[in-house]
């Protein structure tokens, strides 16, 4: 019981006990208006904090796609530039080579030749459309030197080669070929034994040029 005289808290017909109850509901209530007010705020906070990470997030996703991006382009632009490269180091397309008939000891054959702007392994068949013969190359070429090669025996009474085309493969030298050494940055094939397929490969077909007729006097 409060030791302080009942007159001096009757108020509206309340007592001491009355007002200390009322006081405590409102120390109470400001309490809950407090915690109320402080958790909608650490709320907010939390949403403003969780909209931060996704944006981070989203940001940081988005980078990484542009680096993706990037790199697949830069992996474009260097594939691009090794194709490129290859094309201008294999050698040139002669169009056709025209067989030239020539007398030996064995009776008549058809010669080619062939002349490459640098240095290249390199191996050689004759196709005829149904068959294959090897043709006699040097393994390594040299640059700009003419190399003459046996096509076939051509008979007296034929028209025309039963050569159709000469295929090529051609790969860069190796240290041993005793000339100057390059080499293609794409991943082809190389050339250290000389068989299988081409780092570079020609088919070329074979045209023929009859000698005109020498008329008498």
């Known amino acids: 019981m409060s030791s302080v005289p009942p007159t001096e808290w009757q108020f509206l017909g309340l007592n001491a006990d009355n007002w200390i109850a009322i006081s405590s509901a409102v120390v109470a209530l400001l309490g809950v208006a407090l915690a109320v007010r402080y958790a909608r705020r650490s709320a907010k906070a939390a949403q403003e904090s969780a909209q931060v990470g996704r ?40 169009g056709e080579i025209v067989a030239v008939a020539e007398q030996t000891s064995g009776g008549r054959s058809l010669f080619g030749s062939i002349t490459v702007a640098r240095g290249y392994r390199v191996k050689a068949t004759g196709w005829n459309g149904t068959a294959s013969t090897l043709i006699s190359l040097p393994l390594v070429l040299h640059a700009n030197q003419p190399y003459r090669f ?31 050494t390059w080499s293609c940055p794409c991943s082809r094939p190389t050339g250290e034994q000389a068989d299988g397929a081409g780092h570079w490969e020609l088919r070329v077909p074979v045209g023929y040029r009859r000698p005109p007729r020498v008329r008498g006097f």
Not at 153 to 180: C, G, M, N, Y
């Open 150 to 180: 046996h096509i076939e025996h051509f008979p007296a009474d034929a028209q025309k080669p039963t050569t159709e085309e000469l295929r090529f493969a051609f790969w860069s030298p190796i240290a041993e070929d005793e000339v100057p």
């Open 55 to 94: 944006d981070a997030a989203q940001a940081g996703k988005e980078a990484a796609d542009a680096a993706r991006r990037s790199a697949e382009e830069a992996a474009t632009i260097s594939q691009i530039e090794r194709e490129r490269r290859h094309d201008d180091l294999g050698p040139a397309h002669p």
